[in-house]
């Protein structure tokens, strides 16, 4: 497998920005210089952790606890991270076998580049609002990252909530401004789909009505081009509306067909994970989790959708059917030895691979002291269960 098909969309086209004056309160640290270069091959190169990739019968290796900073799982790409709300894979190298990851943290407003037993660097660092379940909550890179280096985030100011584009010795261009902000609701997250438009799932601001309203921005799956302007094929000519009824959205995943595009999302009164339909409201839910685990990001592998928890240690997976129906109820993984703690953001690699990010250190996690940490995990893609 490569990490071409694994990061999706490599090939498609470059993205070109108007100029627009930068927002405030940015500061540069040091530049993103590239480090893509010839595809490298999955997953045999990555490192997998203690209780992954074993052959049936066998015993896991296993790993000693970490030593402050240093943390001995081969899975584990960065350490002492605060809180993690995005990660994007950037380069494996082919020599080494190091992996090399950006990383976001809500609450610091920082973007950093991570590699396994290297301090991490700081890239970016955004003034960021973080009341109100925002901050820097979304991350993706550009689907042509190994040309261009173009780095995406969502972040909330001290006005609104919005997207913005960082290329390397840049100072950020906004893409997309004026997104409600209010006093709850303001997280919002990023995912690229299979024809190169930006999606963007917007929270509502606190207000449950700007969700349903097609004029706002607020509570939304959107789709742009790298301007900031509807897509062509969007459901409505001139609107950026995908589909909308979203409330505090917290991952955004399309599987690596494109065929299937899904959102988690904490809703009133319980944890919801939707799949997204063109042009409609986004209505009832595929899964509902009235005990809410705090559902996260999520990977659309072929036969499972992985919902990352923040709550409660683990994720969740939900077997499925090539046409997206779920095949029995969810079944909780990585809950034990064999996992990290309580994971915030996820992103499939390709379809046993993804990268997450934890977050332990969030008020009633239980961090080992080389929390948080960027890892990678590798799923057994043969024993996909569940049962009604």
Do not use: H
Not at 81 to 110: F, K, M, Y
Not at 139 to 168: G, H, I, K, M, W
Not at 290 to 302: D, T, W
Not at 319 to 333: H, L, Q, R, V, Y
């Amino acid at each position: 497998m490569l990490i071409g098909s694994a990061l999706g969309l490599l090939a498609a086209g470059c993205a070109s920005f108007p100029e627009q004056p930068p927002p405030a309160g940015w500061s540069a640290a040091q530049q993103l210089t590239p480090q893509a270069g010839p595809v490298p091959e999955l997953p045999g190169e990555l490192p997998k952790g203690p209780a992954q990739g074993q052959q049936p019968g066998q015993q896991p290796t296993p790993v000693p606890p970490p030593q402050g900073c240093k943390d001995f799982n081969p899975a584990v790409v960065g350490t002492c991270l605060n809180p993690i709300s995005g990660v994007a894979l950037t380069d494996v190298n082919q020599t080494t076998g190091a992996v090399t990851a950006l990383a976001t943290e809500r609450a610091t407003g920082r973007l950093l580049r991570v590699t396994k037993d290297v301090d991490p660097v700081e890239v970016a660092k955004f003034d960021v609002d973080p009341a109100g379940d925002g901050g820097l909550t979304g991350l993706t890179l550009s689907p042509t990252y190994a040309e261009d280096q173009l780095v995406f985030v969502y972040v909330t100011t001290a006005t609104d909530n919005r997207v913005l584009r960082l290329a390397p010795g840049d100072v950020p261009k906004p893409v997309l401004t004026g997104i409600p902000k209010g006093p709850t609701g303001n997280r919002g997250v990023l995912a690229y789909d299979r024809t190169g438009a930006l999606l963007v799932a917007t929270g509502d601001g606190g207000n449950p009505a700007a969700a349903a309203d097609q004029g706002s921005l607020a509570g939304k799956v959107l789709r742009i081009d790298a301007n900031g302007q509807p897509a062509p094929g969007n459901p409505a000519a001139g609107s950026r509306v995908l589909a909308s009824g979203l409330k505090s959205p917290a991952g955004l995943c399309v599987s690596g067909d494109g065929a299937k595009t899904w959102v988690t999302d904490a809703g009133a009164t319980t944890d919801l994970l939707y799949r997204v339909e063109a042009g409609k409201a986004l209505g009832d839910p595929a899964w509902s989790w009235p005990e809410r685990p705090g559902v996260a990001g999520c990977a659309s592998f072929s036969n499972q959708v992985m919902v990352a928890t923040s709550a409660t240690p683990g994720v969740l997976n939900l077997p499925m059917n090539p046409d997206g129906s779920f095949t029995g109820k969810p079944e909780a993984g990585m809950t034990g030895e064999e996992g990290f703690g309580r994971i915030g953001p996820l992103v499939m690699l390709d379809d046993t691979t993804a990268l997450a990010g934890t977050v332990n250190k969030d008020p009633g996690g239980a961090p080992v002291s080389s929390d948080d940490r960027v890892v990678i995990i590798v799923r057994d893609a043969g024993n996909v269960g569940g049962k009604d």
